[in-house]
C-alpha cells in the first residue's frame, strides 16, 4: 500500500463541510481485498480493539486495505480524545487505486494520525508489534500543544454558537472573528480594542496601585526596592508581614506573600529576582484570594482561590499525599486540564518548613498542610465559584479598577476575608490586575458551577444579531465566472460598498489590485477576508482550489453556478464526467446560508438539479422564461429572472423590475448571448443581496466590457476598419458562446486566431477547431508559450487536426509565438473584417494590440 498524495482540506469541500485529509492510496493486487490477506483482520483488532467494523468499498463487496486505512486513521484520533466522526474511501477509475477521506480537528493531529495508521497496519500486515499506547500518547500530547487553550477556545466556541465565523492566524491564540470591515480579533483573554498602554500599565504594578488609589480603590501600600537591604528597609517601614514579587510578573511567578523575618524575605527575593529585575516589596493583606473577572463594564465571575495544600491522613509522608493529590485525572501540566498538578520544588519545601514539615514528615490525620503562600492555579491551587456572593459595592470596586486601567477584559486580585461585604469594611484591597486573565478558574471551577464567561466576551464585542459576517458572494460554472463576479462587484460598489473581489486576474480591493495571476482559489479569498476595508466579498470559485483545497469560508450568502461544460479540465484529479463535475460545482450550493440565495442556471439541467442541494431560497435565470423549470418557480411566487421584448426581465410573484438590454452595454443591445447571461446571473445575485434598483440600473450602465474592466471577456478594438475580439475562450463551450456572439456582428471576412490549453483532454481541444472551422474564412493556429505538460508541436496537431472536415475555412496558417500570430492577423486585415483572437498571455496581448492599434 502507498499513499501518493495527501491534501488537507481547509474549508467545506467535495466530501464534507468539515476539514478534512484527502489522500490517494495505491493498493497492491491482493491488498484490494483484505480477505487476500490471510489473519490480518484479526492480527489488525489484536493490536487496535477499537477499531470501528469494516465495511465493504464499491459495488464488489470487497474491504480494500485503503479503507482499513481510513478507519485506523478516525479512530485512532477518536481515541485519542479528537471530535471527528467522518470518513470514507471511494474507488477511482485506476485499478487499486482509492481516494482517503479523513476528517480532523487539528490538522497536524490528523496528518500523524494518518502516518500512525500507515505503521499499524503494515505492523499487522507484517505480524509485528504494535504500541497503541504510545501512540494515543503521542497524538493526545500533540493535540493539546496544537489546539486552542481553555480560554480562548472558549470564546471560540460562544462564537460558533452564534454563527461567528472565525480563523486563528497564529499557531498560538490570536484568532480573528467575523470577516472584513466587521471582524474583531482576539489573543487568548485579551481583545483588539485593549489598547499597548493599557496593558502596559497592567504590567507595571506600581504604577497600577497608584492608579487605583487616585480612582479611591483599596490597594496595598508599598514601593519597588533596589537590593536586598532595600527591600528588608521597605518591609520594615511598610510594617511585616509583606509580599514580594516581581514588578512585571504574571501568574504568580516568583510572588511569596506572608514574609515575617529577614531570611523569609532573602529567599522571596531571590525567587523574585528569577522573574523580572524590578522587585516590588507591598504590605501583606490576611485574608482569602479572590478573582474578579470584568468584562466591559461588568462583573461576569469571581473565584475564591486557595493554595496548593494536602490533607494528612497519619500514614502518608507529604511527598506522597502530593502525589496522591496530582493522579487526579482533572490535573494535568499545563492549561488544558480543570486543574493543574502541585508543583514539589524549593518553594514548597520553603513554605513546608514554615510548619514544622519536610517531604518526608506524617501529618496527622485531618492536618491541612499548605505547598505555596499564592494560590494560583497555574501553580497548583484550586478554585471555588463565588459569583452569587459577589457584594454590589465589591462589583463596582473591580469595574472602577478596570476601567482605570482601561482593560477590555480584566482579572481584578482581591484579598479579603470575603466578597459578601464592602472591601473597606474589612481592610482587604486589590493586589493586582491581569490583561490577559486566565479563564480556566471560571469555565471549570474546582468547586462550584462554571460561567460563561466566551459567551460574556464575545457579547461584548458583538451586539445581539451581529454576526460579524459580511456579503459573501461565490461563483462558479464553466465559462462567464470572472464576467460574473466583476460585475457583481461593479453593482455593489455602486451601493458605495468597498469590495473585495477575487478572479483568474488577481485579487481587488475597492478597486485597486493588490496580487496578480489566478487568484481564484481559497488562499485570495482567504486574504480577502481578512482584510478590514472591505464590506462585501464577491470570489470566482474555480475547481482547482475546490479540490486542493476546499472553499475559504463555512457559508456565503450567495452562490453563483453559470454552467456545466465539457471543456473545464475533465480528466484531472478524477474529475472525469459531467456529473462528476457538477458534484464539485455544487459545493458552494450546499453551503450557501439559511438565509441565502443560489442562484442557478435553469437551461443548463445540471445546474438547475443543484437547487434541492440548497438550504436557502433559490433563484433561476434563463433567456426563455417559458422554459419548464423557470415556468414552474415563477408560478410558485419565487424569484426568476428572464428575457422578454428587449428586457431583462426579474419577477417575485406580482414583483417586476424591467431594465432596457439597450442600457446595458456589456451585451451590446441583447445581441450577445452569454453575456445576456452573465447579466442575469450578476443581477440575480445583486437582487439577493438586497441592491437599490436605481443602483443597480446605473451600474449596468456604467459596465462596460473594455480591456481594463474586464481583460480577456469579449474586448473590442477597431484597426482600419476591421473589427478585433479579444478573448480568453478556451474551451468548446466558451467556443461555441463565441461563435454565436461573432454572428450577430456583420464582416466582410472573418479570421480566428487561436492556441489551446495542454492541459485539456485531446477531444477538447480538437473540438474547438471544429468549430470554428465552420464559423471562420481562415484560421491562424499559434503554440502557447507553456504547453502544459504536452510535448513540442502537440497541441497544435490537435488544432490541426480539427480543421480537417471544416466547412468554411479554406486558409489554415501555423505561427509560432503569440504576438506574432497577432501581427500576422492584423497586418491582413481589410476595412469590414473581423477577427477573433483567443488570447494566452491575457494582459501582455490585449496590451500589445493597443499598441499595434496605437501605432496605426
Known amino acids: 500500500m502507498e499513499v501518493t498524495r495527501i491534501r488537507a482540506l481547509r474549508g467545506p469541500n467535495l466530501w464534507t463541510h468539515n476539514t478534512a485529509l484527502e489522500a490517494v492510496v495505491r493498493c497492491a493486487d491482493k491488498e484490494c481485498c483484505i480477505h487476500k490477506l490471510p489473519g490480518f483482520e484479526a492480527r489488525l483488532r489484536a493490536r487496535f480493539p477499537a477499531l470501528s467494523p469494516l465495511q465493504p468499498v464499491g459495488h464488489n463487496d470487497e474491504i480494500p486495505l485503503a ?110 472573528f467575523g470577516w472584513g470591515s466587521r471582524q474583531r480579533r482576539i489573543q487568548a483573554a485579551e481583545v483588539d480594542s485593549t489598547s499597548a498602554i493599557a496593558e502596559a500599565i497592567a504590567q507595571d504594578k506600581e504604577l497600577t496601585k497608584k492608579l487605583l488609589d487616585a480612582a479611591g480603590v483599596p490597594v496595598p501600600h508599598g514601593r519597588t526596592v533596589e537590593n536586598l537591604d532595600d527591600a528588608w528597609a521597605a518591609a520594615c517601614a511598610i510594617g511585616l508581614p509583606v509580599v514580594v514579587k516581581p514588578l512585571d510578573g504574571n501568574q504568580g511567578k516568583g510572588v511569596t506573600v506572608d514574609i515575617t523575618s529577614r531570611e523569609q524575605l532573602q529567599s522571596a527575593f531571590a525567587a523574585a529576582t528569577e522573574h523580572g529585575d524590578e522587585i516590588l516589596v507591598e504590605r501583606f493583606l490576611p485574608g482569602n484570594d479572590f478573582r474578579l473577572l470584568v468584562v466591559g463594564d461588568k462583573l461576569v465571575a469571581a473565584a475564591r482561590r486557595d493554595p496548593p495544600q494536602v490533607i494528612g491522613d497519619g500514614v502518608h509522608t507529604v511527598r506522597e499525599l502530593v502525589d496522591l493529590v496530582n493522579s487526579d485525572p482533572r490535573r494535568g501540566s499545563g492549561h488544558a486540564t480543570s486543574l493543574t498538578k502541585i508543583r514539589f520544588d524549593e518553594i514548597a519545601l520553603a513554605r513546608l518548613a514554615t510548619q514544622g514539615h519536610s517531604a518526608t514528615s506524617i501529618p496527622v490525620k485531618g492536618e491541612r498542610v499548605i505547598l505555596r503562600n499564592n494560590a494560583n492555579l497555574s501553580t497548583g491551587g484550586t478554585a471555588t465559584d463565588v459569583t452569587d456572593d459577589v457584594h454590589p459595592e465589591v462589583a463596582a470596586r473591580a469595574v472602577a479598577a478596570a476601567q482605570m486601567i482601561g482593560l477590555d477584559i480584566c482579572g481584578v486580585d482581591l484579598v479579603c476575608d470575603s466578597v459578601i461585604k464592602p472591601i473597606e469594611e474589612q481592610r482587604g484591597g486589590i493586589v493586582e490586575v491581569n490583561a490577559a486573565p486566565g479563564l480556566r478558574m471560571h469555565l471549570s471551577p474546582s468547586y462550584g458551577k462554571g460561567r460563561a464567561i466566551g459567551e460574556a466576551i464575545v457579547s461584548s464585542m458583538f451586539r445581539d444579531g451581529d454576526d460579524g459576517r459580511i456579503p459573501v458572494v461565490a461563483v462558479t460554472g464553466t465559462n462567464g465566472k470572472t464576467t460574473t463576479v466583476r460585475l457583481i462587484a461593479h453593482l455593489l460598489a455602486q451601493q458605495g460598498l468597498r469590495v473585495g473581489m477575487t478572479n483568474t486576474d488577481g485579487v481587488y480591493i475597492n478597486g485597486a489590485r493588490i496580487d496578480s495571476g489566478d ?150 443591445g441583447g445581441s450577445i448571448g452569454f453575456q445576456v447571461e452573465n447579466v442575469m446571473a450578476s443581477v440575480a445575485a445583486a437582487w439577493a443581496l438586497g441592491l437599490d434598483w436605481a443602483a443597480l440600473r446605473a451600474g449596468l450602465r456604467s459596465f462596460v466590457t473594455d480591456s481594463h474592466n474586464a481583460p480577456g471577456r469579449f474586448n473590442l478594438f477597431h484597426y482600419r476598419g476591421a473589427t478585433i475580439i479579444a478573448d480568453y475562450g478556451h474551451n468548446p463551450d466558451a467556443i461555441t458562446a463565441l461563435v454565436k456572439a461573432v454572428e450577430t ?79 500576422t492577423a492584423m497586418d491582413q486585415l481589410e476595412k469590414g473584417d473581423l477577427c477573433l483572437i483567443l488570447v494566452d498571455q491575457v494582459e501582455e496581448s490585449l496590451a500589445y494590440i493597443a499598441q499595434r492599434i496605437a501605432r496605426g
Open 745 to 823: 456582428m456583420p464582416a466582410r471576412r472573418r479570421s480566428v486566431v487561436i492556441s489551446g490549453a495542454g492541459d485539456r483532454r485531446d477531444q477538447d481541444i480538437t473540438q474547438q477547431t471544429e468549430i470554428l472551422g465552420n464559423a471562420f474564412d481562415e484560421v491562424l493556429l499559434y503554440q502557447d508559450q507553456c504547453q502544459r505538460g504536452r510535448a513540442d508541436g502537440e497541441v497544435l496537431a490537435l488544432l490541426r487536426a480539427g480543421l480537417t472536415h471544416a466547412k468554411r475555412t479554406s486558409v489554415t496558417k501555423e505561427i509560432h509565438g503569440e504576438f506574432l500570430a497577432i501581427d
Open 519 to 668: 487568484c481564484s482559489g481559497p488562499r485570495s479569498a482567504r486574504n480577502v477576508l481578512l482584510h478590514p476595508d472591505v464590506d462585501a466579498a464577491v470570489f470566482e470559485t474555480a475547481r482547482g482550489g475546490l479540490l486542493r483545497e476546499g472553499l475559504a469560508f463555512d457559508r456565503c450568502q450567495v452562490a453563483v453556478v453559470t454552467n456545466i461544460g465539457s471543456g473545464d479540465h475533465l480528466g484531472l484529479n478524477y474529475i472525469t464526467t459531467l456529473e462528476d463535475l457538477a458534484v464539485l460545482k455544487r459545493v458552494i450550493v450546499q453551503n450557501v446560508a439559511d438565509s441565502g440565495v443560489a442562484v442557478l442556471n435553469a437551461a443548463d439541467p445540471m445546474v438547475a438539479a443543484m437547487a434541492r442541494n440548497c438550504r436557502g431560497n433559490v433563484t433561476f435565470f434563463a433567456a426563455d422564461s417559458f422554459h419548464p423549470v423557470m415556468a414552474t418557480h415563477r408560478a410558485q411566487g419565487k424569484r426568476v429572472v428572464f428575457v422578454e421584448d428587449g428586457m431583462l426581465v426579474a419577477a417575485e410573484g406580482a414583483v417586476i423590475e424591467r431594465i432596457p438590454l439597450a442600457d446595458v452595454p456589456l451585451t451590446h
Open 67 to 176: 479503507h482499513v486505512l481510513e478507519l485506523v486513521a478516525l479512530d485512532l484520533q477518536a481515541e485519542a480524545g479528537c471530535p471527528v466522526t467522518f470518513s470514507r474511501t471511494t474507488p477511482t477509475l485506476e485499478h487499486c487505486v482509492f481516494q482517503v477521506v479523513v476528517e480532523y480537528s487539528e490538522e497536524a493531529v490528523g496528518r500523524l494520525a494518518f502516518e500512525l495508521a500507515q505503521q499499524l497496519c503494515q505492523a499487522a500486515h507484517d505480524d509485528q508489534p504494535f504500541d497503541l499506547a504510545a501512540a494515543l500518547t503521542q497524538l493526545r500530547e500533540l493535540d493539546e500543544d496544537v489546539r486552542l487553550g481553555p480560554s480562548t477556545g472558549a470564546i471560540v466556541r460562544a462564537a460558533v454558537a452564534r454563527n461567528i465565523p472565525y480563523r486563528r492566524l497564529t499557531e498560538g491564540s490570536l484568532v480573528q
